[in-house]
T-cell receptor, first 113, second 111 residues
Framework: EAQVTQNPRYLITVTGKKLTVTCSQN?????MSWYRQDPGLGLRQIYY???????DKGDVPEGYKVSRKEKRNFPLILESPSPNQTSLYFC????????????FGQGTRLTVV | SQQGEEDPQALSIQEGENATMNCSYK?????LQWYRQNSGRGLVHLIL?????REKHSGRLRVTLDTSKKSSSLLITASRAADTASYFC???????????FGQGTRLTINP
């Protein structure tokens, strides 16, 4: 089954404790991206990757890092989480950059206290 | 930056009625896509319409695109309770490397 898998689904952490949210897709897609969704602000892109070892900043990259060492994986790293990073996070992948449909993971609800 | 702006922000109708949602955008696009999101879950792709297309159908969904007005509409006919969700338009701008999402329309279908 074609899917994007994120883990964990829910996470509560403390300020400053490094964390990683994993994302994996099984469709051999080139393009992957991370979004955060906040009430009243919609979905905002954090980072994206056009292929292995190619990543770039989205609209709200501050406080986040990503890596793309393999085509299927695109982890999101919060080196020092802060409460303003409390949000619902989505990973998405598509065959190409925006020209085709995007497949979304089920989301990670992160709370930073 | 937000490109697509959906209208209305919320819509509540009776089961069996048709639901129409609108999306406006600001710059030239390659395509426009509509997605559905059930509460707190991932977005699901519904339909993609290219800039050279004016109308597209998929089951009970009908999407129109008017590039001169920079607007699109999503029509859901014969609505069902299971259609209750948030609906987002997303645009792929010319020369851009990403999809830009609007803030969505929250649709509630009352039984």
């Amino acid at each position: 089954e074609a899917q994007v898998t994120q883990n964990p689904r829910y996470l509560i952490t403390v300020t400053g404790k490094k964390l990683t949210v994993t994302c994996s897709q099984n469709m051999n897609h080139e393009y992957m991206s991370w979004y955060r969704q906040d009430p009243g602000l919609g979905l905002r892109q954090i980072y994206y990757s056009m292929n292995v070892e190619v990543t770039d900043k989205g609209d709200v990259p501050e406080g986040y890092k990503v890596s793309r060492k393999e085509k299927r994986n695109f982890p999101l790293i919060l080196e020092s989480p802060s409460p303003n990073q409390t949000s619902l996070y989505f990973c998405a992948s598509s065959l190409t950059t925006g020209g085709t449909e995007a497949f979304f993971g089920q989301g990670t609800r992160l709370t930073v206290v | 930056s937000q490109q697509g702006e959906e209208d209305p922000q919320a819509l509540s109708i009776q089961e069996g009625e048709n639901a129409t949602m609108n999306c406006s955008y600001k710059t030239s696009i390659n395509n426009l896509q509509w997605y559905r999101q059930n509460s707190g879950r991932g977005l699901v792709h519904l339909i993609l319409i290219r800039s050279n297309e004016r109308e597209k159908h998929s089951g009970r969904l009908r999407v129109t695109l008017d590039t001169s007005k920079k607007s699109s509409s999503l029509l859901i006919t014969a609505s069902r309770a299971a259609d209750t969700a948030s609906y987002f338009c997303a645009t792929r701008n010319q020369g851009a490397q990403k999809l830009v999402f609007g803030q969505g329309t929250r649709l509630t279908i009352n039984p």
